[in-house]
């Protein structure tokens, strides 16, 4: 027998350590692929359903999820076995910092899903346990089409509050139909599908299958789709733009739902009845700010029911319109807002927003500027003659006004340099 000295246990629980510390590596888990620049929109797109673990070695609290995660993706690999439909996945944010800065990953680890090549609005926050990601990703690839059974469910089991995608086909098995549930997949989170499938709905194919799109408290102003049935991207990019429009209006009632999807807002408060300033606020978005839509928030607000985000801008309902971008962390104002319709002023603002600058400026005060060197009246840049413009003394940027209908990110840890 082996007896143990005080120094034996410390060599053993050295042992122990290391033995741990390498079997959560990446890539250590035989059902998680471990995902890189070369490899990434490969994988993202040649699967239906990829769970994603953005994560840093240095994060004790990745190093804690990560055998939970493998655990998951082994049980999960046995229950849907068929190449394609379900991939976990995890990737070293430090030795991939453009797909983490892409991605907006601001805390460790965090938990995203990708359908179909895109990522998901809301990313997972749910527990961290193995029957908790079985249970995520099963309900994740429930079929997202709601059956219909007789032509009258068209007007009696539809949500009229909801944004709906309904189609008609003579079978299921044809590939009209397989396309359409695979975009039902990709959007499930924003529209509602539905289907209805044989000689029932008959009346609804005189041109053969279809699918139209009716938007939230309407009648009669359904929106046929035009296009190939088959073509899965030109079917994805017409339901998304229906689905999702470029600028929302926040309410009381989905205030949360939009807070959870995890961007940052871009909210223009306006008065009641203005109705040119939100003409010109979606006129910028739309020329200018498409390219955004996965990355913020574009949200219009009643700023006479909505005085509570005024008050944290220092701001009052007379004040308005105002622009503004909540970041969670802090709000900042667009600084003037009869610029709002000026070719390049909110696009600025916003790519301020995720350079840092807005927080930079505000904590430490206006970034160094150059002076020109003036010979004959004209300002001509010289490097050797330039000098600083000296510093305003910082202000403090107000605090975010709806980072409390955020689900607690206490379990997440934060970007080393943040640390």
């Not at 000689?199 to 035009?226: C, V």
């Not at 959870?260 to 408060?269: A, D, Q, R, S, T």
């Amino acid at each position: 027998m082996i007896t143990l000295t005080m120094g034996s246990h410390w060599i053993a629980a050295t042992i122990f350590l290391l033995t741990y510390s390498q079997t959560c590596s990446s890539g250590s888990y035989p059902n998680v692929v471990s995902l890189n620049k070369q490899n990434f929109d490969s994988i993202i797109n040649h699967n239906s359903v990829v769970f994603v673990n953005f994560y840093a070695d240095w994060c004790r609290f990745s190093q804690m999820l990560k055998p939970v995660f493998g655990d998951a993706a082994e049980v999960l690999r046995k229950e849907f076995p068929q190449p394609g439909e379900v991939l976990f996945a995890e990737l070293d944010c430090d030795t991939n910092g453009e797909i983490a800065a892409k991605y907006h990953i601001s805390k460790y680890p965090t938990l995203k899903l990708f359908r179909n090549g895109r990522v998901a609005k809301r990313e997972y926050r749910g527990q961290r346990s193995r029957d908790a990601f079985q249970t995520y990703i099963r309900n994740q690839v429930k079929d997202p089409i709601n059956r219909l059974s007789e032509l009258s469910d068209i007007t009696t089991k539809i949500d009229e509050k909801k944004r709906n995608v309904i189609a008609f086909f003579n079978s299921e098995t044809s590939a009209d139909y397989v396309t359409f549930k695979k975009v039902a997949s990709s959007l499930r989170d924003d529209c509602v599908f539905y289907a209805g499938i044989g000689d029932a709905f008959r009346p609804e194919m005189t041109a053969g299958n279809n699918i139209m799109f009716r938007p939230p408290r309407t009648k009669d102003q359904d929106m046929l789709y035009l296009g190939s049935l088959t073509n899965f991207d030109l079917l994805l990019t017409w339901s998304y733009d229906k689905c999702v429009p470029l600028v929302r209006e926040i309410t009381f009632e989905n205030g949360e739902e939009l807070t959870e999807e995890g961007l940052p807002f871009v909210i223009l408060f306006h008065k009641p009845d203005d109705v040119e300033i939100i003409q010109t606020f979606n006129q910028v978005v739309a020329r200018e700010l498409i390219h955004e839509k996965g990355s913020v928030n574009f949200l219009t607000a009643d700023g006479s029911k909505f005085t509570h985000p005024l008050h944290h801008l220092g701001k009052t309902v007379k004040d308005l319109p105002l622009l503004s971008i909540d970041s969670f962390k802090h709000m900042y104002l667009f600084p003037d807002i009869t610029q709002l319709g000026v070719s390049g002023k909110l696009k600025q603002f916003i790519a301020d927003l995720h350079s840092g600058k807005l927080h930079r400026e505000f904590h430490h005060g206006p970034d160094p500027t150059k002076s020109p060197v003036i010979q004959g009246g004209v300002g001509l840049p010289d490097k050797t003659t330039t000098k600083e413009v000296k510093k305003e003394e910082p202000s403090v940027p107000p605090e975010s006004s709806f980072v409390k209908l955020k689900p607690s990110e206490n379990r997440y840890t934060i970007l080393r340099d943040e640390l």
